[in-house]
């Protein structure tokens, strides 16, 4: 029953194949350095990718992304099908109309219970003025808020 707001978190893998999934569990960490974390469980099929790749990406998605976030949590599609993005500095993919993005490189992990802890340093940000968050409460996204 904890409002959070909706991100992506995006990366290629060795190969080149690009990964992403919707999570919630994102908050910042320092400010100097710049810091912010993110967890996965064990058992996600995105897990080596994130585990053993240097850099990904986390876009803060915006009310009018609710369907790029339901695509990110629905397994077994082709999530990049069609979909805008573009390299980050270092190849991470970056998602058209994020609210605000996190270029991050993958400074440390941490396991705690049946998720791992990731934590990124923020080497560039970015983010769209004015911009409405994308809002998670109780099992459901909210577009609207009286923010």
């Known amino acids: 029953m904890f409002a959070t707001g909706v991100t992506i978190v995006t990366a290629r893998n060795a190969a080149g194949k690009l990964v992403g999934l919707t999570a919630s569990s994102f908050n910042s960490v320092s400010l100097e350095p710049p810091l912010v974390l993110w967890s996965l469980a064990h ?12 850099h990904y990406a986390i876009h803060v998605l915006a ?6 976030a339901q695509r990110f949590a629905t397994r077994g599609i082709d999530r990049w099908a069609g979909l805008e993005h573009r390299p980050g500095i270092h190849g991470a993919p970056l998602l058209a109309g994020a609210a605000a993005t ?4 993958n400074r440390s992990r941490h396991q705690e219970g ?31 808020h009286p923010l």
């Open 102 to 105: 996190f270029e991050c490189f």
């Open 43 to 54: 058992g996600a099929s995105t897990m080596p990718v994130f585990a053993n790749g240097s």
């Open 114 to 144: 049946d998720h791992i802890i990731f934590v990124g340093e923020v080497e560039r940000c970015a983010h769209r003025q004015g911009v409405p968050p994308l809002l998670y409460h109780g099992g459901k996204f909210y577009t609207e």
């Open 63 to 68: 009310a009018d992304q609710k369907a790029l």
